[in-house]
C-alpha cells in the first residue's frame, strides 16, 4: 500500500498544476453536465441499437472527450511536440476507433435470438454482451501490435516489469464500506445486480447458481478489456508520445465510457481511472487494475444481490 501511495504522490508532485487540472476539471463538469442533461448516451447514441451509425456515434464521444483531455494537456503545458507527431494520430485514431467500434457493435443481439433458437436469449445476450470483444477489442490488438506497433510496450500491460499483488487486494478491501453504503441507494439497485437471472438454469437443468457464475465470469472479463484498452493501449501504449500527460485524456475519455452509468459512478470513474492509470503507468502492468476493477465489480453484484434477498 505505501509504495501505491508513494507512486500516487510522486505523479502528483511532477504533473500538477491548477491551470492544467482546473481547466480539466472544468471540462468534466461541462461533458458530464450535458451527458446527464440531454440523456446523450442512453437517449440518443444508443437509439441507433442495430445500426452502424451507433459506432460512429461513438467514436465521436471517446474522440471528443479524449482529444479535448490531450488538447487541455498539451496547450496548459506548453508540450505540443505529440500534436505534430503523425504516429501519435495513428495510434490514438486506431484506440478510438477500436472504441468506438466496440461501445456501438451491437450483432451480439443477433447471436444471442439465434442461439439455441432463442429460448435462452437473456442469459445468452448478457454473456455475448461481455464477450464480443474477443472480435472489437483483442483481434484488432493483436493486428496492431504485430502489425504495426514499433516499440516494446509490454503489450500494452500484460507483461508487466513488476507487479505486486496485495496492494491491490486491500484496494478492494478498502472498497467494501462504500459499496455496502451504496447498495442501500435506490438508484444502485436499478443498475445491479448486473444479471437479474432467466431461464438459463432450467434450459440447461443446472442450479441458478451454476448460470450466475458463468455470467460473472463473462462480467469480470469485459472488465479486463476495459483495463487493457484505457490502463493498457490509452496509457501504457499512448506513454511514448505524452508521458505523464497520458493520465489526464484517458481520464476524461475513461469517463465519458460511464456516462450510461449512475452519475455517482461516473465521477467516481474519474478518480478511479486517475488512481489506476498512475500505477499502470508507474509499472507497465494492467494486472493491479484488474484486480481491482474485477473485484469492484464483482463486489457491486454481490451486493446487490444480497439486497435484493436473490442469492441462490
Request: glycine fraction near 8%.
Amino acid at each position: 500500500m505505501k509504495k501505491i501511495w508513494n507512486s500516487l504522490k510522486e505523479h502528483v508532485k511532477a504533473d500538477f498544476d491548477a491551470k492544467t487540472y482546473g481547466f480539466t476539471a472544468v471540462f468534466l463538469v461541462v461533458i458530464i453536465a450535458i451527458n446527464y442533461r440531454i440523456n446523450l448516451e442512453r437517449g440518443i447514441i444508443d437509439s441507433y441499437r442495430g445500426n452502424s451509425i451507433r459506432i460512429f456515434w461513438y467514436f465521436l464521444l471517446y474522440a471528443f472527450a479524449y482529444y479535448g483531455g490531450v488538447f487541455i494537456y498539451t496547450l496548459c503545458k506548453k508540450e505540443t511536440s505529440a500534436l505534430r507527431t503523425p504516429t501519435f494520430w495513428l495510434y490514438s485514431l486506431f484506440i478510438l476507433g477500436v472504441l468506438g467500434l466496440d461501445g456501438g457493435f451491437y450483432a451480439y443481439n443477433q447471436w444471442s435470438k439465434t442461439l439455441f433458437d432463442g429460448q435462452i436469449y437473456i442469459f445468452a445476450f448478457h454473456c455475448l454482451s461481455n464477450l464480443f470483444s474477443v472480435l472489437t477489442v483483442v483481434l484488432p490488438f493483436l493486428l496492431f501490435y504485430n502489425l504495426i506497433e514499433q516499440q516494446p510496450s509490454y503489450f500494452y500491460g500484460l507483461r508487466p516489469q513488476w507487479f505486486v499483488v496485495k496492494p491491490y487486494l486491500l484496494l478492494v478491501v478498502l472498497m467494501v464500506p462504500l459499496i455496502s453504503w451504496a447498495s442501500f441507494q435506490p438508484d444502485f439497485l436499478r443498475s445491479y445486480p448486473s444479471y437479474k437471472g432467466s431461464n438459463a438454469d432450467e434450459f440447461f437443468g443446472v442450479a441458478p447458481w451454476v448460470t450466475t457464475l458463468f455470467y460473472e465470469v463473462c462480467y469480470g472479463f469485459d472488465f479486463c478489456i476495459t483495463e487493457w484498452l484505457f490502463r493498457g493501449f490509452l496509457t501504457i501504449g499512448m506513454a511514448r508520445f505524452l508521458g505523464r500527460g497520458v493520465i489526464i485524456p484517458m481520464v476524461v475519455c475513461y469517463a465519458s465510457l460511464h456516462f450510461g452509468k449512475p452519475l455517482g459512478e461516473t465521477i467516481g470513474s474519474i478518480f478511479g481511472g486517475y488512481i489506476l492509470g498512475v500505477l499502470a503507468l508507474q509499472t507497465r502492468s494492467i494486472w493491479g487494475g484488474i484486480i481491482v476493477h474485477v473485484g469492484v465489480a464483482w463486489l457491486m453484484d454481490l451486493a446487490a444481490w444480497l439486497q435484493k434477498a436473490e442469492i441462490y
